[in-house]
């Protein structure tokens, strides 16, 4: 194999490869790319998985839930008393 | 433009339809009868010395008045201005914590009378706002501020910044760049000539450990500032860089500062400006280093977006193609843009395509052989050249022997794909290179 044959084979299998691996990077990057995440059209504020504590809603809550108790004790020892 | 989701079938539909027909066209070429090959061989003949023919002149053009420019500069030497105007300059940033420390300390190093330095954190998740805040108020040559502002990309951070800024000449430039000390100096003297609008600085390759970033280091040189250089001589530079360009208020102001609708918002801008008859020079000695990528994944994101983003906006001011008069400075300049981004990558792709095809199935590889050799010392020379131009690194120089094969083939590979991706308008995103804290 003389000079000029194995110019013409590292020319012809540089461009060839070249090329393959372009592609090859081309569709790796498309790949990943649909594999990222993407912004969701929903509401971001939106609840998906937790309910989100509100300490002033949760105080109120738990002021009548309270009440509602002593409510109930009172209405127990009253009966309590009656029996 | 669209920015919605991604659609992988379509991309891959453009790469499987276009290798298809490239292996078609190769099979048909091995079955059709000798006199048809003849034919064949002799087309694809005329076709390369057409395609060599495009190449030298581009090449020889560009060479010819980027040694123009070099010559002016340093035979009548640099424009000298009476008082040097205050600047603005502005740094976008969106989750570049990394980096963000590196480019406002050279801020400070900046050999300016004066100038103010704002900050836009455009919603960052890391802890870009809390380093930027960290520079706050901070007095020396310039004074820091900084604002921030929900995401909404680089365009519209570029955009807020301006409206907060005060000076009459804005400096734009990149989170993951920095400057060197007298870069605002050397650029602010081309607004002595009121017709500049915008000024394009000269980028670097910073992170050169590697062959991939050598290679793009090599390519700033020789296939981004060697053209801008030429283009500056005809003071009709068509893209005035992201990482560093200094721009008049009033034009930026004129044409209603950055549009949001392309993902290469740097060169739109520049394009607009130059439309409203403002005109845009190069500054060779207005040094910004940047980050280059340093692997091939992120390469093809960073040129993917590049070049949608050029034809995004080409595609805006078509019209300009059909008129190159009154201001044939900006409609060669434009028409090379659309060469540069939408003809020279297929071309070149098919063209060293059929070099390797027409020698292994016609047996013209001793004559292919010698055109890769010559291109291959032309290669070398203008990377001597313009290398020797900017004083930099002859080291760069043997990179020009995998410069055209490898390289450019790869890049253009990836441009003729986004090129198709673009003509048929598939979605897109903005997509985001990972920075590296040792750079």
């Known amino acids: 194999m003389n000079i000029v044959d194995l110019l013409i084979a590292v020319v012809v299998v540089t461009i060839l490869v070249t090329i393959i691996l372009a592609v090859v990077t081309y569709v790796a990057y498309k790949l990943r790319l649909s594999r990222e995440p993407t912004p969701r059209d929903e509401d971001p504020n939106a609840l998906r998985y937790f309910v989100s504590y509100d300490p002033a809603a949760s105080a109120s809550e738990a002021d009548s839930t309270l009440g509602r108790l002593d409510r109930d004790v009172a209405e127990l020892e009253g009966h309590a008393a009656e029996a | ?439």
């Open chain 2, 1 to 439: 433009m669209s920015k919605g989701r991604h659609s992988i079938w379509s991309s891959l539909g453009v790469v499987f339809v276009t290798v298809g027909v490239t292996i078609g066209f190769i099979v048909v070429a091995l079955l059709i009868g000798p006199d048809i090959q003849r034919v064949v061989v002799r087309m694809v003949v005329v076709s390369l010395v057409i395609f060599l023919f495009i190449l030298f002149l581009r090449y020889f053009a560009l060479l010819w008045f980027s040694y123009l420019g070099h010559a002016e500069r340093n035979v009548l030497g640099v424009r000298e201005i009476k008082e040097l105007p205050p600047i603005s300059i502005l740094v976008p940033a969106y989750n570049e914590g990394i980096v963000l420390e590196r480019a406002l300390t050279s801020l400070m190093q900046l050999e300016y009378p004066e100038y103010e330095v704002l900050v836009v954190d455009d919603g960052s998740t890391d802890n870009t706002l809390e380093i930027a805040t960290q520079w706050e108020g901070q007095r020396g040559p310039g004074h820091f501020r900084v604002i921030t502002k929900p995401n909404g990309g680089k365009a519209t951070a570029l955009n807020a910044g301006i409206e907060h800024s005060h000076h009459p000449l804005i400096l734009c430039m990149d989170a993951d760049s920095y400057l060197e000390p007298r870069a605002l100096l050397n650029a602010a003297r081309h607004f002595s000539d009121p017709s500049v609008g915008a000024v394009a600085g000269n980028v670097k390759v910073e992170n050169r450990g590697r062959i991939l970033t050598r290679l793009q280091a090599l390519e700033y040189i020789e296939g981004l500032n060697m053209p801008r250089r030429a283009q500056g001589f005809i003071s009709a530079v068509n893209i005035v860089p992201g990482p560093v360009g200094l721009f008049r208020r009033e034009a930026l102001e004129e044409v209603g500062g950055y549009d949001t609708d392309t993902f290469a918002e740097d060169a739109d801008l520049t394009l607009k400006i130059m439309e409203v008859g403002w005109r845009a020079e190069y500054e060779d000695q207005a040094i910004a280093w940047t980050e280059a990528p340093e692997s091939w994944r992120d390469l093809t994101q960073q040129r993917y977006r590049w070049t949608r983003g050029i034809l995004q906006a080409i595609r805006k001011r078509k019209g300009i193609y059909l008129r190159p008069f009154p201001d044939f400075p900006l409609w060669i300049s434009t028409v090379q843009l659309g060469f540069e981004s939408l003809v020279w990558p297929v071309m070149n792709v098919f063209a060293h395509l059929f070099f390797a095809i027409v020698a292994v199935l016609f047996g013209a590889g001793e004559l292919i052989v010698y055109w890769m050799i010559l291109l291959t010392l032309l290669d070398l020379v203008a990377a001597l050249v313009t290398v020797s131009m900017e004083e930099e690194s002859l080291a760069l120089v043997p990179m020009a022997l995998i410069y055209r094969f490898v390289f450019i083939l790869f890049l253009d590979v990836v441009k003729m794909f986004a090129t198709m991706e673009e003509l048929f308008r598939l979605d897109m995103g903005w997509g985001k290179l990972d920075r590296l804290e040792n750079t």
